[in-house]
């Protein structure tokens, strides 16, 4: 049986960051590191742009 996957990172308030699709049969843990690399430029008005999130926290929901 096939099948599919979908992998979304949001930020504190429920704001989508980053999305993949992947298959069924694919550990979640392989998706993560380049989910993490998805995210956006972090755009600041002082210093250099931060590529990764200072905190993160994994939550897995089932829907």
Do not use: C, W, Y
């Not at 979304?8 to 980053?18: F, N, T, Y």
């Not at 550990?27 to 600041?44: E, G, M």
């Amino acid at each position: 049986m096939s099948g599919s996957k979908l992998h979304m990172l949001s930020e504190s308030q429920g704001i989508p960051l980053a999305v993949a699709v992947s298959g069924a049969n694919l550990h979640d843990s392989q998706v993560f590191k380049p989910l993490i690399l998805a995210i956006p430029t972090i755009r600041s008005r002082r210093g250099p742009r931060r590529r990764r999130p200072v905190l993160l926290e994994a939550r897995q929901k089932h829907l």
